[in-house]
Nanobody, 114 residues
Framework: QVQLVESGGGLAQAGGSLRLSCAAS????????MGWHRQAPGKQREWVAT???????NYADSVTGRFIISRDNAKKTVYLQMDKLKPEDTAVYYC????????WGQGTQVTVSS
């Protein structure tokens, strides 16, 4: 079955960086679009970034110019490089596999202190 395991979250200071990883298994990774979403306390989950099977990327306005999504098909892993972090980036970050249904990882906490 599909498994998505996120890692790399933690505590960072404003202006700092973190890199999230999502290790995937249970499907043909290279053929599927992947993405990152996040959910802050008391808020709905929101989309952050997407990368297609062909490597095209798209970003939410709030992270454009600061975050970069990438994928390594050989390692079956998708990454989210987060630079110039802001306190409002504090959230649980979820990896997503897109398809007829969306599959989710368990999430990883990112906390940015001011």
């Amino acid at each position: 079955q599909v498994q998505l395991v996120e890692s790399g979250g933690g505590l960072a200071q404003a202006g700092g960086s973190l890199r999230l990883s999502c290790a995937a298994s249970g499907y043909i990774f290279r053929s599927v679009g992947m993405g990152w979403h996040r959910q802050a306390p008391g808020k709905q989950r929101e989309w952050v970034a997407t990368i297609t099977s062909g490597g095209s990327t798209n970003y939410a306005d709030s992270v454009t110019g600061r975050f970069i999504i990438s994928r390594d098909n050989a390692k079956k892993t998708v990454y989210l490089q987060m630079d110039k972090l802001k306190p409002e980036d504090t959230a649980v970050y979820y990896c997503a596999k897109y398809g007829s249904t969306t599959s989710w990882g368990q999430g990883t906490q990112v906390t940015v202190s001011s």
